[in-house]
């Protein structure tokens, strides 16, 4: 968190420190903000007086529930709020947050975007401009093809696990020889041909219970049943790789830090090197963090 960025903890309160604020706004490109409605003007940082001190400013701001609303928003209230928590879990687990707050994260990556944007317009017209999002927006706009199903077929969402309302055999949870856990997400037809041939179950693939998606996922029940004792008897590499080699998606579940420990995930790890009792950054610009 915060990997190469220059902190300075400022008083916005403060007229000495709102003054060394203000110097570098004159010289950003960029100023990100995440005030409660109205506390940006209270303290001198609304994009309206900011850009009196730099016309070119861009100023982006991330709230909760909108620009309009006070009301206070973590990422949990927000995927209670817009459905994700009804959906995620099962009926024995109840409710269920994501284990990381990807709300956050998603509408941080469309600030992103529009602030991208914005740069493009300044490139032609040279005018800055003030960008926002919401946590709310960012999160309903993501329900993809939860929210389909109900505009669409008026199906209301149930909590599945990691099952998938349109496919399968998708999300079930398969042990291996070796005891290893496997899943699948078996897209279409010809998958779940190749995964019964893969199996030594041609005849499954002819079942008609199993001929198409749409009856696999009405008999997904009697499928995973049928799919439990092929997949036990094979050791998990072996599967795994011939299903790699046949083009049928699945995974074997990795704990956290089999992941992070994987050689080919530690282009995707920052570290800092300490240099003298100094960190050394290997990182050419500094993000200003405004404090109030």
Known sequence: ??????????????SKDRERVHALVKKADIVLSNYKTG????LGMDYVGLKKINPTLIYGHVSGFGDRSKRIAYDLVIQAETGFMSMNGTNASGALKMPVALIDIL??????QALLIALLKRNK???????????????????ANQASNWLMAKHKPERMGSLHPNI??????????DKKELVLAVG??????ELCKLLGADLLAKDKRFSENTLRVENRAALKKALEPLIRQIPSRKIINSLINKGVPAALLRELPEVLENPSNRKLILSEEMSGGQITRRVRTAVFRFHS
């Open 188 to 193: 279409s037809d010809k998958q779940f041909a």
């Open 125 to 143: 017209s040279g005018r800055g401009t003030r960008v926002s999002v919401s946590l709310y927006d960012a999160a309903v706009s993501s329900l």
């Open 39 to 42: 506390d940006e003007r209270k």
């Open 168 to 177: 399968a055999p998708y999300g079930e949870v398969f042990i291996t020889k």
């Open 107 to 112: 509408a941080a990556h469309q600030l992103k």
């Open 1 to 14: 968190a915060n990997y190469g960025k220059k902190v300075l903890l400022l008083d916005l309160h403060n």
